[in-house]
């Protein structure tokens, strides 16, 4: 008791002393909270665009093959400048860094509110991606670099608070604001946000700025965009419908050429420059390699399967978006509770376990989407979505725990950028890959359904005879008319659940995706306390 009232006593006597407000108690989480507001904007607009694509689609006329850049350029920019984040803050200090992309990302989500077209919003999404970018590993940096590695489990699990508020609120208030206005205000609720978080940065947090800057590895950042700038296009384009060469078309071909190139450049470079872009040696750290190579996996799971929900309920099931996106409200909320419960168990347990339990549940949600359908209720799909918050609530924390353990505190700006750039890059492949099969599988199961739809069979002509009935006490008109609403009736049902059947293609993907993740985390290891303190100290 005596020690108690001692320490308050000399911190009461320090703050009337007008020390340095960076040095008191409070700081800290202070600090912590700025940051919040950054990571809840950048984790928003790489899930709130989801639930406003069928909208977008729909006053643009576009068709998914270039919808999904909407969200794959802003994820393809973020992982492109997460490695540039550690040489950027160290060169002009962490304060003005993250200053610089709150700035970046307030501009670019105004400039996305005015639109004119799909080619000026995904450029404007590139703007926001630039800021982003930097915005999470900064924002990690800095919480990790005030808080004592006694207490980073607990401070990551409260950080973790921002992205699970954002996966359910986002989608949410973004179906509202889409519903009632117009899909441009998913944009335009950024600006006051991203207003009041460039100003309590300036007033909150200090500078500070590393003593030794390195080069920048100018060859490393130009082939690592190309490479993955390169690789999604192929990707990406491989079925598109103006693609009408298919894989093996010139465009294809270069594309997948280009990657090829870029990246042996790009391994060469960093593996034999003394300051590379992204500081690959980072990854022999046994524990940092393996859950970086978790994230990966993760991300393509996870970013792939948020980018097949929405269209599936809005476009399969009919709900608008505020509906769709509704259901994803109890998401963070469940997230954003077990995320410092997990925190306080890696700083309690064996971190891997919680881990190895959310990549479960995660995995177990994503394969019970796998048997959706047309007739799938409400409570069905929000089961699902309970499970996923539970698992994404206990996987993120302790991987972060783990990954950062043995790493030294002046390497943690990069080890930061590298160990979110992979699981962007993750992110950026899953919606890529899971937009082209859901264009392949559906074409594959609207040729195997339209086959199977013998106009000479009776089944098929007693649903052509109710519909005609249908058609003509919905709409009227002579036999030859109705003959012929029937008949689209019959085409328009089998294309919905062709769409289906794909969606469900995609979700059993997405399930052994991310049940491969169990396989790295088993070999990690836990760190000792006071070797991790040694270490980072």
């Given amino acids: 008791m005596n020690n108690a009232n001692s320490n308050g006593n000399n911190t009461a006597r320090a703050f009337n002393m007008g020390i340095p407000h960076h040095e008191h108690p409070s700081y800290k989480w202070w600090v912590l909270a700025n940051v919040m507001i950054g990571t809840f904007m950048a984790v928003l607009d790489a899930t709130i665009v989801d639930v406003a694509l069928p909208k977008i689609m729909s006053t643009f006329g576009i068709t998914i093959d270039t919808a999904k850049w909407v969200a794959t350029a802003y994820l393809l920019v973020l992982a492109v400048m997460l490695p540039t984040s550690g040489w950027i803050a160290d060169r002009f200090g962490y304060k003005k860094t993250y200053t610089t992309a709150l700035t970046l990302f307030t501009i670019g989500s105004l400039l996305c509110s005015l639109s004119w077209n799909e080619t000026a919003l995904i450029l404007f999404r590139v703007i926001q991606g630039m800021g982003a970018g930097l915005l999470m590993p900064v924002g990690m940096a800095i ?28 989608p949410t208030f973004g179906g509202y604001l889409i519903d009632n206005f117009a899909w441009h205000s998913i944009y335009d609720i950024n ?31 130009v082939s690592l965009a190309v490479f993955l ?130 990549i479960v549940l995660l995995a177990v949600s994503l394969f019970i989407n796998h048997f959706l359908s047309l007739f799938s209720e409400t409570p069905s799909v929000m089961i699902t979505l309970y499970l996923r918050g539970l698992g994404m609530g206990f996987i993120f924390t302790p991987l972060s725990a783990l990954s950062l353990s043995e790493i030294p505190r002046e390497k943690m700006a990069q080890a930061s950028g590298l160990f979110n750039v992979l699981r962007q890059v993750g992110g950026s492949f899953g919606v890529a890959i899971m937009g082209t099969l859901l264009t392949n599988r559906t074409t594959f199961h609207l040729a195997n359904y339209g086959a199977s739809v013998d106009q000479s069979s009776p089944v098929v002509q007693n649903v052509l005879h109710d519909l005609k009935y249908f058609a003509m006490q919905s709409g009227g008109g002579d036999a030859s008319l109705t003959s012929m609403r029937a008949q689209a009736l019959l085409i328009y049902h089998v294309s919905q659940q062709a769409f289906v059947s794909a969606i469900d293609d995609d979700f059993f993907l997405s399930s052994l995706i991310t049940i491969i993740c169990i396989v790295p985390v088993i070999f990690l290891r836990k760190v000792k306390k006071r070797a991790k303190v040694e270490k980072i100290i």
């Fill in 143 to 170: 919480v990790t670099r005030e808080f004592p590695p006694e207490k980073r489990g607990l401070a990551i699990g409260f950080w973790s608070i921002a992205a699970a508020a954002s996966v359910s609120l986002g």
């Fill in 191 to 221: 600006v006051p946000i991203g207003i009041v978080a460039i100003f309590a940065t300036m007033v909150i947090q200090r500078e500070y700025q590393s003593q030794k800057v390195r080069h920048f590895d100018f060859v490393g950042f």
């Fill in 229 to 358: 700038t390169s690789l999604l296009l192929a990707l990406s384009d491989g079925n598109a419908s103006w693609n009408t060469g298919g894989w093996t078309s010139n465009f294809i071909l270069t594309c997948f050429a280009l990657a090829f190139i870029s990246f042996v450049v790009f391994l060469t470079v960093e593996l034999n420059i003394r300051e590379p872009l992204v500081d690959l040696r980072l990854l022999k750290n046994f524990n940092f390699g393996m859950a970086n190579l978790v994230l990966f996996i993760f991300g393509m799971g996870m970013f792939g399967s948020t980018f097949l929900l929405p269209l599936y309920l809005q476009n399969g099931l009919g709900f608008t978006a505020f509906q769709s996106g509704s259901l994803f409200l109890p998401i963070g909320f469940i997230q954003g509770i077990m995320a410092p419960l997990a925190g306080f168990l890696s700083d309690k347990i064996n971190p891997k376990f919680p881990a190895m339990l959310g």
